[in-house]
């Protein structure tokens, strides 16, 4: 048994909250009270999705219909599936510790700050619990407010620049697929994602929807050519900004390619599959060079975020081969398995590290590689997440980072040796500019006068780090939970796949 | 034979009750001293709310139009909606103006009198079954229009604005009133129906060539009310020039009536070459979207800037026509009743601001809002926001209704030409919400709001409900869709 309309509050929670943080968070510390409390209430409430889901029940759980426009058939409805429910633990869980991670370097306008963050988190449930499509645009865009705000008021000095670039550039990739989604509509009589799936398009109309999904979701994942205004928005942004836009809103994207295009156009994914292999591939070696250089830290891993994405989008389309062409189901199961367990893991990575630059960041006010080093014999404790985060980011085994790209690239190899082969560079190229990083800031002789004053990590801190690295250890080592949860999803995407062709 | 039917006068009984009440008010306001105008200002607005409750009394049945006086004035759906939210709109412009009137010495009775006199000509318009109501109604909108942009007589710009929209909009009074001429002569009457049924379009027709110029100089003087480019030239002066309160009124309300005028002429009396007008409207709808938006980013003054949204506005209206059909039509009144209660809202918020002997009608006079008053930055955030089309605010469903009616027709290139330059146009709605949230203000501290609580409490619901639309817009959109399904033929 489970609380009624529990995605309902789960959504809704965090919204009210952030009202409440603005109405009553005149005192700073009543703000970030008030914020905790919530996060953390939503958090508790989102794990009986979990522990409350049937994984024997085909199709979506927890479901809410309510007719919200009826001239356009459209509906609040709400559902999740083993996919969405991982996402939506990790959201709430990314939440509480964003929360509080702010907590200390957030000083003004923290009420504000809380707000933001609240309704980002309750707007990002909502994205992964629709299953209307007009709903799920509401919320896909929807969260481009508060992260705006975000970014613009918190942010660094090229902020302002950043938070447009970012606004308008996801903005316009969405609104095509607005225009996607009303030609659905025509063409169905309504919003249902599921009535959408079983349109009986045909060839010529689902390249159109593709493409307009892809430049959606390609923009938000983001994929090289489009994720130039990732490293701008991850550089400018506050910590949890940061945090928050790696390990969730990029997900978003991901999330989207399993919602949309694969289930609606098929036919087009697979005929043009190759284009998005084609751009996986290029933003995992070529951004993992380009990442390679950066001098600076939140760069650096906002570059590497792209190419871990790399592997997310390959592994999606990669299943399309195997289920269809070579009919190896099992493959294709295994590299929308590794897709899914790669965007969970990357959310932890990513998170983490961003955490890391921002206690960092906290005590020197900069992220310039150069202007630390050696700061194992300052802050051990520190240090020990920090290199601990760093393996999981180039992907060694005992870490989660390692095992949605071994998955993929497992399953890469039964489709084609070679794309197996070029993904596997990221081992190299990932343990590069990783552990270079690493070398330079956390090893060596203490840097200047500066790092030698740097305190360790306060009780905060070590929460929220440990917190993550928790997750990045769990995921590691005994990963069979999360895929057990994804695994009746996934089989029905690739069951779908396999019958929906035409 | 015009005949004389007593009913008649219980169908305009809210455009009598008005016109009565405006009179008694013009009369009482004689006998009132300055320090006493707050008797006009609930007079009128008391008029306001007896004449919304009589228009929706009196509403008719769903479905079914009256007609009085021949077919000169109808009452239908449609002309309900409308004059629900012309009046609406008309009293949110009394009662966010008042401390600014009273603050530039314009608080007088002269402001209400005009007011009124435009409100009865615009419920006249969008009642008008026959095209010399349509023109009466049109005149006494217009005339009283200009008077009220010249109000601030001792302002050079104010009065450069109103010659301009008057010479202006006389050309394009006298344009229509050519094209009606025109029709007159093809079909002989002017009953809109009775035009409709007669027009003969064929091509063995030989009034067509008669038929078509009127048609065109129809399709003209519309797009010169609505303000579509190319047609636009007197908007961004007569809303920078002209009192804010009087700004706000031209951008709201008579801009629904204008919707109301346009779709009486085009669907109502021309709805049979269709084929012919919704070819016309989709190239100014392009040119309006591109001129509108394109323009509106080189602006520093936030009037103006407000000015060339609203040419791209109106570029996504005459979109909805594109459509021919009533869903269009309802997509497209959707829209404008949405942009009516936006610009209220930012039009609000430059009153809010202004104090006496500042206007702050500069972009940059909101800079750091949300550090001296975060409520009202904000309120003013939804609007832009709202007025860019961002989702989960009003403005993104009136898009959404609009691009869909456009995609229903088949027109797909448009609807991508409209989001193209909806998305140039985010550029400078956020640049709003930027200079508000992410500069530092010139003067830190506190907002001084005005005293008007009335005024306060009425711009915050004001800005509510484009949220609180944004989640419950159906019944909204249902409203405009039975109000529609009659009108269509």
Redesign the interface.
């Known amino acids: 048994m489970h609380l009624p309309h529990l995605l309902s509050l789960l959504i809704w929670l965090p919204v009210l909250g952030a009202i409440a943080v ?1 109405v009553f968070g005149r005192q700073a510390n009543t703000a970030r009270w008030l914020a905790l409390l919530t996060a953390v209430a939503t958090f508790l409430l989102s794990i009986p999705l979990w522990t409350g889901y049937v994984p024997a029940t085909p199709g979506m759980q927890f479901v809410e219909t309510l007719a ?5 058939n459209a509906n609040y409805a709400l559902g999740v599936d083993g996919i969405a429910i991982a996402l939506i633990v990790l959201t709430t869980f990314t939440s509480v510790l964003v929360i509080l991670g702010a907590w200390g370097p957030i000083e003004e ?1 923290v009420s ?1 700050y809380m707000a933001a963050m609240l309704a980002l988190e309750g707007l990002l449930v909502g994205v992964f619990a629709a299953t209307d499509a ?1 709903l799920f ?2 919320f896909f ?2 969260m ?2 508060p992260m ?2 975000l970014i ?2 918190w942010g660094g000095p090229r ?2 620049y950043a ?2 670039k970012f ?2 550039y996801t ?2 990739g969405s ?2 697929m ?2 996607g989604l ?2 659905l ?2 063409k169905t009589g309504q919003f249902s994602l599921d009535a959408f799936a079983h349109a009986g398009l045909g060839a010529r109309e689902q390249a159109w929807l593709f493409f307009a999904f892809l430049i959606a979701f390609a923009i938000k994942v983001p994929m090289w050519p489009v994720h130039t205004w990732l490293p701008d928005a991850h550089v400018e942004a506050p910590t949890g900004g940061s945090v928050i836009l790696a390990a969730i809103m990029l997900k978003v994207g991901g999330y989207g390619f399993v919602r949309f295009s694969l289930p609606i156009t098929p036919d087009a994914s697979q005929e043009y599959a190759w284009v998005v292999i084609a751009m996986s591939l290029i933003a995992v070696v070529y951004i993992g060079y380009v990442a390679l250089v950066q001098e600076d830290m939140k760069k650096l891993v906002a570059y590497s975020s792209i190419a871990h994405m790399g592997f997310v989008t390959l592994g999606l389309f990669v299943a399309l081969a195997l289920a269809r062409v070579n009919a190896n189901p099992d493959g294709a199961r295994l590299a929308v398995q590794g897709a899914m367990v790669q965007m969970i893991s990357h959310g932890f990575v990513s998170g983490a590290m961003f955490s890391c630059i921002g206690v960092m960041y906290d005590r020197l006010h900069t992220r310039m590689i150069e202007d630390y080093g050696g700061i194992v014999n300052v802050m051990p404790w520190f240090a020990a997440f920090m290199v601990l985060f760093a393996m999981a980011n180039c992907g060694l085994p005992g870490t989660s980072g390692f095992v949605g790209e071994f998955m993929v690239i497992l399953a890469a190899f039964q489709d084609s040796p070679l794309i197996a082969a070029v993904a596997a560079f990221t081992l190299i190229i990932g343990a590069a500019y990783t552990l270079w990083l690493v070398k330079r800031v956390v090893f060596g002789e203490v840097g200047n006068d500066k790092v030698a004053k740097m305190k360790d990590l306060d009780l905060r801190e070590w929460i929220v780090l440990g917190a993550f690295a928790a997750g990045v250890l769990a995921v590691g080592v005994y990963p069979k939970p999360l895929t057990d949860l994804m695994e009746p999803a996934v089989q029905q995407l690739v069951q779908q796949l396999v019958l929906a062709k035409m | 034979m015009i005949q004389f039917n007593p009913a008649d006068l219980a169908t305009m009984l809210p455009e009598l009750f008005l016109l009565g009440a405006t009179c008694a008010i013009l009369l009482i306001d004689l006998f009132l001293k300055p320090a006493q105008r707050d008797v006009t200002h609930w007079l009128s607005l008391t008029a306001l709310l007896v004449a919304g409750v009589l228009v929706w009394r009196g509403a008719p049945e769903q479905g079914t139009s009256i007609a009085a006086f021949n077919g000169m004035f109808l009452r239908d759906g449609v002309a309900t909606v409308l004059k629900v939210f012309v009046l609406l709109t008309t009293g949110l412009v009394f009662l966010y103006s008042r401390d600014y009137l009273r603050q530039r010495k314009l608080f007088v009775g002269e402001f209400y009198l005009l007011l009124l006199f435009a409100t009865l000509g615009m419920m006249l318009l969008v009642s008008a079954g026959n095209l010399v109501t349509v023109y009466l109604g049109l005149e006494l909108l217009t005339l009283s229009s200009y008077a009220l942009v010249a109000l601030n007589r001792d302002s050079a710009v104010s009065s450069e604005a109103a010659i301009k929209y008057f010479v202006l909009g006389a050309l394009a009074s006298g344009l229509l009133l050519y094209g009606m001429s025109m029709i007159y002569g093809a079909t002989g009457t002017l009953d809109l129906a009775k035009i409709h049924a007669v027009a003969d379009f064929s091509a063995d027709s030989p009034h067509r060539m008669l038929l078509a110029f009127g048609l065109v100089f129809l399709v003209v003087g519309s797009a010169f009310k609505l303000g579509a480019a190319p047609f636009h030239m007197w908007l961004p002066d007569v809303y920078q020039g002209a009192p804010t309160a009087v700004t706000l009124f031209v951008g709201s309300a008579s801009k629904l009536a204008a919707f109301g005028m346009t779709w009486r002429l085009l669907d109502g009396a021309m709805g049979g070459m269709n084929a012919h007008w919704t070819q016309m409207l989709g190239v100014l709808a392009v040119l309006s979207l591109a001129v509108g938006n394109v323009f509106a980013i080189a602006q520093t003054n936030l009037k103006r800037m407000l000015a060339y949204s609203t040419i791209s506005h109106v570029g996504f209206l005459l979109l909805g026509f594109v459509n021919g059909s009533a869903s269009g039509y309802a997509a497209a009144m959707f829209y404008m009743i949405s942009y009516a209660l936006m610009a209220a809202v930012a039009f609000g918020m430059i009153m809010l601001l202004a104090r006496a002997g500042f206007e702050a009608e500069e972009i940059d006079d909101f800079k750091g809002l ?2 001296r008053n ?1 409520w009202y930055a904000g309120v003013m955030a939804i609007a832009m ?1 709202s007025l860019a089309g ?3 605010l009003f403005g ?1 469903f009136a898009k ?1 209704m609009v ?2 009616a456009v ?2 027709a088949g027109q ?1 290139w448009l ?2 030409v409209a ?1 193209v330059f ?2 140039i146009g ?2 400078y709605y ?1 640049r709003v ?2 200079v508000m ?2 500069d530092e203000p010139h003067d830190k501290a506190a907002l001084e709001l005005p005293r008007d609580r009335g005024f306060r409490w009425v711009l915050s619901l004001n800005g509510l409900a484009l949220l609180a639309l944004g989640v419950f ?2 019944p909204l ?2 409203w405009c ?1 039975s109000a529609l399904m009659v009108g269509a033929r």
Do not use: C, S
Request: glycine letters at 4%; zero cysteines.
């Open positions: 603005l919200w426009i009826p001239a356009l306008r504000q007009l645009y509401v865009e929807g481009l407010i705006f705000i613009g008021i902020r302002v938070t447009l606004f308008i903005f316009l609104i095509f607005l225009v009303i030609y509509h025509m | 949300n550090q975060p926001f961002v989702p989960p993104f959404l691009l869909k995609i229903d797909m609807a991508i989001i909806a998305i985010l550029y956020l919400v930027k949230y992410f817009w159906g959109l249902d869709n």
